[in-house]
């Protein structure tokens, strides 16, 4: 009789805690969510910030060449948008970033085109 007592005393702890367990998940969920709510406001208002940011600095972060003040190199765009080079290059290819070259036969893209672009992307993580 001792073990069964036992045993029944320890599911009804066992069914305790999970009940516990259950309370304790919804407050996390729920602070989660508020978490997550606080995280796409301040994301937002980042991202009305960075529309702000003009396309010119950029140039002067990455030390754009001097002569070419209308051109962007490929890491600069990529440095303005925070992403690699390659998915500028990407962009390129798809027609999505009309691409120049210099004399070169280097890549170039035109300061209106990427801040065209740039407004366009800033509007779509807005919505």
Same mark, same amino acid.
Do not use: I, K
């Given at each position: 009789?001792?073990?069964?007592?036992?045993?029944?005393?320890?599911?009804?702890?066992?069914?305790?805690?999970?009940?516990?367990?259950?309370?304790?998940?919804?407050?996390?969920?729920? +602070? %989660? *969510? =508020? &978490? /997550? #709510? @606080? !995280? $796409? +406001? %301040? *994301? =937002? &208002? /980042? #991202? @009305? !910030? $960075? +529309?702000?940011?003009?396309? /010119? #600095?950029? !140039?002067?972060?990455?030390?754009?060449? /001097?002569?070419?003040?209308?051109?962007?190199?490929?890491?600069?765009?990529?440095?303005?948008?925070?992403?690699?080079?390659?998915?500028?290059?990407?962009?390129?290819?798809?027609?999505?970033?009309?691409?120049?070259?210099?004399?070169?036969?280097?890549?170039?893209?035109?300061?209106?085109?990427?801040?065209?672009?740039?407004?366009?992307?800033?509007?779509?993580?807005?919505?």
């Amino acid at each position: 009789m001792n073990v069964m007592t036992s045993t029944l005393v320890h599911s009804g702890r066992a069914q305790a805690a999970s009940g516990h367990a259950q309370a304790a998940s919804a407050c996390r969920g729920l +602070a %989660t *969510a =508020r &978490a /997550a #709510a @606080t !995280a $796409t +406001a %301040t *994301a =937002r &208002a /980042a #991202a @009305t !910030a $960075t +529309a702000a940011v003009t396309v /010119a #600095a950029a !140039a002067a972060v990455t030390d754009g060449p /001097a002569g070419d003040e209308d051109l962007m190199t490929r890491r600069q765009v990529a440095v303005l948008f925070r992403v690699t080079s390659a998915v500028v290059a990407t962009w390129a290819r798809r027609g999505r970033l009309p691409e120049v070259r210099n004399e070169d036969g280097r890549p170039r893209y035109r300061r209106g085109d990427v801040e065209q672009l740039f407004r366009s992307e800033v509007a779509r993580r807005l919505r």
